[in-house]
Structure formats: structure tokens, C-alpha cells
């Protein structure tokens, strides 16, 4: 199947940081990637990483890639309340041939004050 | 750069009508277009890629006499919701890719709602 799983809900203190773990199916997928979505808003491009790298840095985002595991995840250091959104992981099977993304089911992350 | 644009933002229309939605990339030629539907708190589903001059290939389940696609031009999609009722309130977002590149650049999205 092409699901691609995430867990739905996040509470992080401001100032802690917040890990959002991805799990997905296609070994193909050249890209993985993060997006931040606001209430009413489309989506942003958080990061990306390319699937023969383990880890990728970014500022405040981490980003791990378990290739063996097929599992992904999002950490944000210093976790602020503008962080407070939907993260979506998403990624890119080559097997599509059209380079379509599949979604996670998102995880709303909510940053407490 | 890499910039995608919806028009409108926000449409209310009566059952029964038809609505259309287009996605613009601004600032670059895009050779294919996807459609995504997002239900309220649900993650985002392909309904449609577009190549610029053919036609649309649809995912199982999407009604393509029902979502009309045209992707005219290398920087015009258009979604055309036929015969709209109100279980195709959603919102609707439009995201441009390259040849030949895996990134998509997204749209803000069109909320429609349909009474």
C-alpha cells in the first residue's frame, strides 16, 4: 500500500523541543520531505532530504532518515508558538514514474506558552 | 522564485452549479500540475496530475466527468468542479512541478464551499 503514517497529535512547552516521526512505505522515493501547514493556508516547504542521507540540519529543523526502518522524522529545537501548525511528511515514489507525492496523515502540533 | 498562485482564494456557490479554480506558477514554466482535496483535518489527496497539452490522469475513485482538468499552458491549470453539491466542500490545493525535478511548489489553496 502507499500509506504513510504519522501520529496525530503533539503538545510541546515553548522552548522544548518537538519530534514529529513519519512512517512510510515506498523504499523508491528518492525525496523525503516536511511541510508546515497554518490554519485556512497552504502548504510550506519545511525541508527536504535525499534518501541516501541519514540526517540533514537546517537551522532549528533536524531531519533523520531510517531508511531500513522506512521512518522519517522532524525534530524542532527551541519549539516556539508560531511553530503551532499541521506538519506534513510526504514522499516521492520513483515506481510512479510521474513524481507524485503521497502524504502523511499529518501531525497538529501544539505549542504550549 | 517558484512561485503558485489560486484564484479564488474563497468561492460559495448553489448546489448545482459548476466552479472553476486555476492555478498559476508565476514565475517558471510548469510541465505538470497535480490537484489535491483536503477535507477538514485530513491530510491532502491526489485527485489529478496534468501534463501541459494532454490530458489529466485521474487516481482511483476521482470522477473525471465530475473535476474537469485543463492544463492549457505551461503556467495555467484549471479545475472545473461540474455540477457541484455540498460534498464537494473542501479545500482545494494546486501544486506545479518541473520536468525532470521531484519538487512541487504549492498554491495557498481555494476553500469552496458549496450550499
Known amino acids: 500500500g502507499e500509506d504513510v503514517e504519522q501520529s496525530l497529535f503533539l503538545s510541546v512547552r515553548e522552548g522544548d523541543s518537538s519530534v514529529i516521526n513519519c512512517t512510510y512505505t515506498d523504499s523508491s522515493s528518492t525525496y523525503l520531505y516536511w511541510y508546515k501547514q497554518e490554519p485556512g493556508a497552504g502548504l510550506q516547504l519545511l525541508t527536504y532530504i535525499f534518501s541516501n542521507m541519514d540526517m540533514k540540519q537546517d537551522q532549528r529543523l533536524t531531519v533523520l532518515l531510517n531508511k531500513k526502518d522506512k521512518h522519517l522524522s522532524l525534530r524542532i529545537a527551541d519549539t516556539q508558538t508560531g511553530d503551532s501548525a499541521i506538519y506534513f511528511c510526504a514522499e516521492s515514489p520513483t515506481t510512479s514514474g510521474t513524481y507524485k507525492y503521497i502524504f502523511g496523515t499529518g501531525t497538529r502540533l501544539k505549542v504550549l506558552a | 522564485g517558484a512561485v503558485v498562485s489560486q484564484h479564488p482564494s474563497r468561492v460559495i456557490c448553489k448546489s448545482g452549479t459548476s466552479v472553476k479554480i486555476e492555478c498559476r506558477s508565476l514565475?517558471?514554466?510548469?510541465?505538470?500540475m497535480f490537484w489535491y482535496r483536503q477535507f477538514p483535518k485530513k491530510s491532502l489527496m491526489l485527485m489529478a496530475t496534468?501534463?501541459?497539452?494532454?490530458?489529466?490522469?485521474?487516481e482511483q475513485g476521482v470522477e473525471k466527468d465530475k473535476f474537469l482538468i485543463n492544463h492549457a499552458s505551461l503556467t495555467l491549470s484549471t479545475l472545473t468542479v461540474t455540477s457541484a453539491h455540498p460534498e464537494d466542500s473542501s479545500f482545494y490545493i494546486c501544486?506545479?512541478?518541473?520536468?525532470?525535478?521531484?519538487?512541487?511548489?504549492f498554491g495557498p489553496g481555494t476553500r469552496l464551499t458549496v450550499t
Open positions: 501544486s506545479a512541478g518541473l520536468a525532470g525535478k521531484y519538487e512541487q511548489y
Open positions: 514565475d517558471f514554466q510548469a510541465t505538470t
Open positions: 496534468s501534463n501541459e497539452g494532454s490530458k489529466a490522469t485521474y
